[in-house]
């Protein structure tokens, strides 16, 4: 069982940044692909970003330049820094942990979910 618990969250002006973390539970961090999602308001949750446990990261197309995955494992931490935030970057976001190695960007292959943080970015 792994837990998982975001931090980092709030209220941004458009144009800022943001470093979201997410912490995880157990001694096998190092073994999951780690990825971050976000859900707005009426929209279906959707793939920001992943991390292989090998490091490999995959960023979706629409944040691409202004978002980086990383992990650190002798933290059992994931990152997620966001630049360059826009008001449709608003949504919660959410970390999700996959006994897979992959950090893939679809949901269903992941097992374990924090309980997300929000992010708000005014205009």
């Known amino acids: 069982q792994v837990q998982l618990v975001e931090s980092g969250g709030g209220l941004v002006q458009a144009g800022g940044s943001l470093r979201l973390s997410c912490a995880a539970s157990?001694?096998?961090?190092?073994?999951?692909?780690m990825g971050w999602f976000r859900q707005a308001p009426g929209k279906e949750r959707e793939f920001v970003a992943g991390?292989?446990?090998?490091?490999?990261?995959y960023i979706a197309d629409s944040m691409k330049g202004r978002f980086t995955i990383s992990r650190d494992n002798a933290k059992n931490t994931v990152y997620l820094q966001m630049n360059s935030l826009k008001p449709e970057d608003t949504a919660v976001y959410y970390c999700?942990?996959?006994?897979?190695?992959?950090?893939?960007?679809?949901?269903?292959?992941?097992?374990?979910w924090g309980q997300g943080t929000q992010i708000t970015v005014s205009s």
């Open positions: 157990g001694r096998t961090f190092s073994s999951y692909g």
């Open positions: 999700a942990a996959a006994q897979g190695p992959y950090g893939s960007s679809y949901s269903e292959e992941y097992d374990y």
């Open positions: 991390i292989s446990r090998n490091g490999n990261t």
